[in-house]
């Protein structure tokens, strides 16, 4: 709605409200009291008002149009406390309109958009029943049959018959009564279906909403003067705040589901971009071992053959057996680079395996322990082996420990990782950039990587990782 439009619709409210307190003030009507020239036109403003300032928070949402429709519809009641019979009688017939609105609004909340099905069969009985529902009534009803003594007649009467305003006066009231509780039960599951956030929008709106009807409920049955008149009347008034809180509250829940959209996005992307590298890194491995690697050892067997057929000639043969030897060594730093790129011993043998094998290479001893981490999910898998293989590596290069340890835990839905070692401790993992990298790899299947390094008392590394139980 446009700047000028709300200003068209605010002015027009407070028309609204000042023509409801002339109406009052010129009314002969005893029910036509303080109370109504108070609390009409100040319903009509805080229905209003609230429903113009949603309607311009959350446009998309039609919540604070009917909010609006609610206020200028609550006006229409007014119509009841006239003098003459004819707007008495259409008062009668629109002045519960308002309730089908309010109707309307609660069974929409908060998207304002009305369901196809039983949402919309509800509030079309609503509309019929809080409009039409007391038209069987005022044919047959005087003044006196509908609570008011100095009221004119209605101008739908028929023949005055008090039995039979009785009869359609209480099927109307159980009429009222059918379409509560089918509204309460609607309501009730619906917000038993709702996820916890968004039960924090709803809360507000059908307690708020419950309550004000029980209030305007009982205060029909009150005199004017009477507290619970007041006080159903001010539950009204302050009902568009429980609304309107309500609104606000689904728009944080509304940020709130994107925003944690975009993190589970995130940490899909993360693990997509950590799989991706570690494919990468096997492609990489594999090229090496079946291209290079394997062309380097038939160039070997070649040399190794040349080198047999050299006779007599003692400075070719020391010149093939320093190539033989170069290039032994060159294998070696093939065989190394092709191990820290991936370790094809994880891809064939397992995990237990290669741990075993860094063990192995460590230059301190170290023991192993894998309790039920055979089969761990690959990218699980290839985090425990890089993570060992980093916590070693620390420790030959700076821990000055004398041994180490290794454990990997599988114990239900979590996988548990331990490097531990005697060394001097005192180790940082915001100064390296190994663990920093380690410890995003990690996170990036929603585990945390922590360094326990008291200096003089050794380091342990431990890293947890979720892992779905084993089927």
């Known amino acids: 709605m446009t700047p000028a439009r709300m200003r068209a619709v605010a002015i027009a409210a407070l028309l609204w409200g000042a023509g409801i307190v002339a109406l009052v003030l010129t009314s002969d009507r005893e029910d036509a009291g303080v109370v109504w020239a ?32 609610v206020g200028f519809a609550y006006g229409l009641a007014a119509l009841n406390l006239s003098d003459a019979p004819l707007p008495y009688t259409i008062g009668l017939i629109v002045g519960g309109l308002w309730g089908a609105v309010f109707l309307q609004l609660v069974m929409t909340f908060p998207s304002g958009v009305l369901a196809p099905g039983r949402d919309r069969a509800i509030v079309v009985a609503g509309y019929l029943i809080f409009t039409l529902g007391s038209v069987p009534a005022m044919l047959f009803a005087a ?51 709702t996820p916890p956030l968004e039960r924090l929008q709803l809360t507000p709106v059908y307690v708020c909403g419950l309550a004000t009807f029980l209030l305007a409920t009982a205060a029909t049955t009150a005199s004017p003067s009477d ?55 096997r492609r990489l491995e594999r090229d ?30 020391s010149i093939l057996e320093r190539a033989q030897s170069e290039l032994q060594t060159s294998l070696g730093e093939l065989r190394e680079l092709a191990r820290g790129i991936h370790p094809a011993v994880l891809t064939e043998r397992g995990l237990d395996p290669a741990l075993r094998a860094l063990a192995a290479r460590a230059s301190v001893p170290v023991t192993i322990e894998t309790h039920g981490a055979e089969q761990l999910p690959g990218p699980v898998e290839i985090a425990a082996y890089y993570v060992v293989a980093e916590g070693l590596t620390n420790v030959s290069k700076y821990a000055q420990a004398s041994e180490a340890s290794v454990a990997v835990r599988r114990n239900g839905g979590l996988v548990t990782v331990d490097i531990s070692d005697d060394g001097m401790g005192g180790a940082d993992a915001r100064r390296g950039s190994g663990l920093r990298g380690l410890a995003d790899r990690v996170a990036a299947l929603d585990g945390t990587l922590s360094v326990d390094s008291p200096a003089g008392r050794g380091t342990r590394v431990h890293v947890e990782i979720p892992c779905a139980p084993p089927g």
Not at 57 to 69: D, F, I, K, Q
Request: charged letters at 20%; glycine letters at 6%; hydrophobic letters at 55%.
């Open 38 to 69: 108070v609390f009409g036109p100040l319903v009509v403003w805080s229905f209003v008002g609230t429903g113009l300032y949603a309607w311009r928070a959350r446009p998309e949402s039609r919540t604070g149009a009917l909010m609006v429709a």
């Open 143 to 193: 003044p006196d049959d509908l609570g008011c003594e100095d009221c004119p007649s209605n101008v739908l009467l028929i023949e005055h018959h008090e039995d039979v305003a009785n009869i359609m006066l209480g099927l109307q009231a159980l009429v009222y009564l059918a379409l509560f509780l089918i509204v309460l039960v609607r309501l009730t599951l619906r917000w038993r279906r």
């Open 227 to 281: 507290p619970l008149v007041w006080a159903a009347n001010i539950a009204v008034a302050l009902l568009p705040f429980a609304f309107l809180a309500g609104l606000l509250r689904s728009h944080v829940a509304h940020l709130d589901a994107e925003l944690l959209a975009r993190l589970e996005e995130l940490r899909a992307s993360r693990a997509r971009l950590v799989q991706a590298g570690d494919a990468e890194r």
């Open 288 to 317: 090496l071992h079946d291209g290079a690697q394997s062309r380097l050892v038939g160039i070997a067997a070649l040399l190794a053959q040349a080198h047999k057929r050299v006779d007599g000639d003692a400075e070719a043969a």
